[in-house]
């Protein structure tokens, strides 16, 4: 199963950027990179994916390693409401990790006022 | 509005009455799965449907039954529940002819067995 390692958790300053680290290295050459968030008392939601570029988009940007092996969610400036689990998985619609998602533990992100 | 919706929301039930916990996708999705969250373990993959009686096991599917008769319902069913599937449970759909495979998930429904 195509796993991903992130932090337990990160804290971050309201209106500061906060940058969300994940690892992969066993990444295929197929696989997007999908980030969720998990608010509290919530369900997961999508925040954004990629595949070898760096990708905008009004909640956040990915950054894409070269090697593809790790890729950083970036919270411009981060917002109290910001505060969730955030979640790094892989998927492919064309391969083994088409059913099969292995979503961890997340990071616990904690923003202060 | 695209949603997906599980029932009941909160339940509380004892030890080996059956129970079925529905999902149901109103956007066409061919792929459904469910997981459990369970604290410090996060989320767990408990079964999931590529489409209509296709169905596969996931991370931790001891316990769990699902059917997938119709696209758009895919319901969790617990034979003989113990307490420790006491657990807050999420269904979540996604298309599958896609480059993209976005999950959509529903807003959760909290089991307690006593």
């Known amino acids: 199963d195509a796993k991903t390692t992130q932090p337990n958790s990160m804290e971050s300053n309201e209106e500061e950027p906060v940058h969300l680290p994940c690892n992969h290295s066993?990444?295929?050459?197929?696989?997007?990179i999908h980030w969720y968030r998990q608010l509290p008392s919530q369900g997961p939601e999508y925040v954004i994916h990629?595949?070898?570029s760096n990708v905008n988009n009004r909640m956040a940007s990915l950054a894409i390693a070269e090697d593809r092996k790790s890729s950083t969610l970036i919270l411009h400036r981060a917002t109290l409401r910001d505060a969730a689990v955030y979640y790094c998985i892989l998927r492919d619609v064309r391969g083994s990790t088409l059913g099969r998602l292995y979503f961890g533990r997340g990071t616990q992100l904690t923003v202060w006022p | 509005e695209a949603q997906v919706t599980q029932n009941p929301r909160y339940l509380i039930t004892v030890t080996g009455k059956k129970l079925t916990v529905t999902c149901s996708q109103n956007?066409?999705?061919?792929?459904m799965s469910w997981y459990r969250q369970d604290p410090g373990l996060g989320l767990r993959q408990i079964y999931y449907?590529?489409?209509?009686?296709?169905?596969d096991k996931g991370d931790v599917p001891e316990g769990y039954k699902v059917s997938r008769k119709e696209k758009r319902n895919f319901p969790l069913i617990l034979e003989s529940p113990s307490p420790n599937q006491t657990s807050l449970y999420f269904c979540?759909?996604?298309?599958?002819?896609?480059?993209?495979?976005?999950?959509?998930f529903g807003e959760g429904s909290r089991l307690t067995v006593l």
């Open positions: 066993t990444i295929s050459g197929t696989d997007y």
């Open positions: 979540a759909s996604s298309l599958l002819v896609s480059n993209t495979g976005e999950l959509f």
């Open positions: 956007m066409n999705h061919e792929y």
């Open positions: 990629g595949l070898t």
């Open positions: 449907s590529m489409n209509v009686e296709v169905t």
